[in-house]
């Protein structure tokens, strides 16, 4: 166990629609990353949070957008979602900086009909 | 172009054996860490390197960071079916932000008892 919390498991949802996806943090991280996962993608890095603020952006589409609140939990919200938006969201948190190491929650897999 | 390539793409070995993959980059990064990746899991971090010809080991699996910190390999020894995973290297380019980790596609291991 990673103590990096995600829910929901699993989401079901048709094209069109809006989805959010949440992570907890493990305890004294302050960073929140999030990742995009598919098949013929791998690992995507989507964007990332510290401590409130987004410190680095990666190829994030400008239907999704994030944030992390005061308590560090974050939101990634997916609009107008498109069958291509299919996959596997990872959260991650870690100390920024130095070796930069993350912990991965147990993803949310999306599934787009 | 991937800025981190892993090879092979698959590798389906029998019990016992070893195996050795590779992480390959023409960037030179401050940092690397190795992930395994279970189907359906987030990503577990097993180990980082930091300084160029670093070797570590965990048990039987042995991590090594090129002279020049451009590639990382791993290698593991009478291998079992509990290493079937995903093996992911990921690193912080030198130079760059220190938020940001880099992923390689990963290498699928296929242990069969």
């Known amino acids: 166990d990673s103590g990096v919390t995600q829910t929901p498991k699993h989401l079901i949802t048709a094209t069109g629609q809006r989805v959010t996806l949440r992570c907890s943090p493990r305890?004294?991280?302050?960073?929140v990353y999030w990742y995009q996962q598919s098949l013929d993608q791998g690992l995507q890095f989507l964007i990332q949070y510290y401590n409130g603020e987004e410190r680095a952006k990666g190829n994030i589409l400008e239907r999704f957008s994030a944030q992390q609140f005061p308590d560090l939990h974050s939101e990634l919200n997916l609009s107008s979602l498109e069958l291509g938006d299919s996959a596997l969201y990872f959260c991650a948190s870690g100390e920024a900086g130095g070796r930069a190491e993350q912990f991965f929650g147990p993803g949310t897999r999306l599934t787009v009909l | 172009t991937q800025l981190l390539e892993q090879s092979p793409q698959f590798l389906s070995i029998q019990e016992g054996e070893n195996l050795t993959v590779y992480c390959n980059s023409s960037?030179?990064?401050?940092?690397l860490q190795w992930y395994r990746q279970e189907p359906g899991e987030g990503p577990v971090l097993l180990v980082t390197v930091v300084t160029g010809g670093e070797v570590k080991k965990l048990k039987r699996l042995t991590f090594q960071f090129g002279d020049a910190r451009k590639d990382s390999s791993l290698h593991i020894t009478a291998a079992q079916p509990g290493d079937t995973g995903l093996y992911l290297c990921a690193g912080v380019l030198s130079g760059g932000s220190n938020y940001k980790l880099t992923f390689g596609k990963g290498t699928l291991l296929t242990v069969n008892p």
């Open positions: 305890s004294g991280d302050l960073s």
């Open positions: 960037s030179v990064f401050s940092s």
